[in-house]
């Protein structure tokens, strides 16, 4: 489907709620909400919701990885696991 298709104005919500919740079941697309014909929210299922939050979570970490290796901290990886046979 394509996202104009997912595009509804807050009454739709209202009006629809039970059956947004029940065809995430058959089509877990976001649906954006408007308010005054302009974007306001995203409706997703939960399932959507914690794997976007998961990606977010590891692109968190490479961004300190990648932070931390341009300052210079880091170790070799001999010195790293020399280290932890210690």
Do not use: C, R, W
Not at 6 to 23: T, V
Not at 44 to 58: G, K, S
Request: hydrophobic share 45%; glycine share 4%.
């Amino acid at each position: 489907m394509s996202l104009a298709q997912q595009i509804k104005p807050i009454s739709y919500l209202k009006s629809h709620a039970a059956e947004i919740i029940k065809d995430f079941a058959t089509n877990p697309q976001p649906l954006i909400i408007t308010q005054n014909g302009e974007a306001k929210m995203v409706v997703l299922d939960i399932q959507a919701y914690e794997q976007q939050q998961e990606t977010m979570a590891l692109l968190k970490l490479i961004a300190m990885g990648n932070k931390e290796l341009a300052q210079g901290q880091y170790q070799e990886a001999d010195t790293f696991f020399n280290a932890m046979n210690d």
